[in-house]
């Protein structure tokens, strides 16, 4: 079956802009999670949703990121005012909202801000 | 909090060689371990993983990882590495409680040489 999409996979933005990546999780999937991953940073956790509603925002680096998820599937994740050490890798998994937490990953919208 | 160390960032062996990447966490409740691998140019693949019952787990491609609960360790093995296994090699760890975020070690860079 489909994988995690995830769109663009390349997106080259000015500094101050906004930005908006996409995330399209399994099908069935009800738990959504937003990942970074950058050189400096490693892999690090953003937010993850159950269904529609978000329990863990606790990874947001500030109030510039939100993100949104609508019919608990397609989810939005949102950078206002784009800097420069926003750039990196984000990944998008999905898992069952039930049992072991198995994560599958999209393969990431790499955000280059200049 | 939880965290995981990989304490080898890169870590460079010859083709037919067997080989030990280490992970090591911390955690205040019981935990699910994983192995993600990110072959070049590529997203995360789970690799294996370890929820509960026998400690030693497999991957279909000839690793091997084994939970060992009183060093708080999850290790993984493979008897002989292959060319195509160069790839970075992520432990990972998340709780069995409500936070189901995934906490990420630094990565481990597996290069085979011939």
């Known amino acids: 079956g489909a994988g995690v999409s995830q769109s663009p996979s390349n997106k080259v933005t000015e500094k101050g802009k906004d930005v908006e990546l996409r995330c399209d999780p399994i099908?069935?999937?009800?738990?959504l999670y937003w990942y970074r991953q950058s050189l400096g940073q490693g892999l690090e956790f953003l937010i993850y949703?159950?269904?529609?509603?978000?329990?863990?925002k606790s990874g947001l680096p500030s109030d510039r990121f939100s993100a949104e998820r609508t019919g608990g599937s397609v989810s939005t994740l949102t950078i206002q005012r784009t800097q420069q050490e926003d750039s990196a890798v984000y990944l998008c998994?999905?898992?069952?909202?039930?049992?072991?937490?198995?994560?599958?990953f999209g393969p990431g919208t790499r955000l280059t801000v200049l | 909090a939880q965290s995981v160390t990989q304490l080898d960032s890169q870590v460079p062996v010859f083709e037919e060689a067997p080989v030990e990447l280490r992970c090591n966490y911390s955690?205040?409740?019981?935990?699910?371990l994983f192995w993600y691998v990110q072959y070049p140019n590529q997203g995360l693949q789970l690799l294996l993983k370890?929820?509960?019952?026998?400690?030693l787990v497999e991957s279909i491609n000839g690793f091997e990882a084994e939970f060992n609960k009183s060093q708080t360790s999850f290790h993984l093995r493979k008897p002989s590495v292959h060319i195509s296994d160069t790839a970075e090699y992520f432990c990972?760890?998340?709780?069995?409680?409500?936070?189901?975020?995934?906490?990420f070690g630094s990565g481990t860079r597996l290069q085979v040489q011939p």
């Open positions: 998994a999905s898992s069952q909202s039930l049992g072991t937490n198995e994560q599958f």
């Open positions: 099908s069935g999937h009800t738990a």
């Open positions: 949703f159950q269904g529609n509603s978000a329990p863990d």
């Open positions: 955690s205040s409740v019981s935990v699910y």
């Open positions: 370890y929820l509960s019952g026998s400690t």
């Open positions: 990972a760890v998340s709780e069995d409680t409500g936070r189901r975020a995934l906490t």
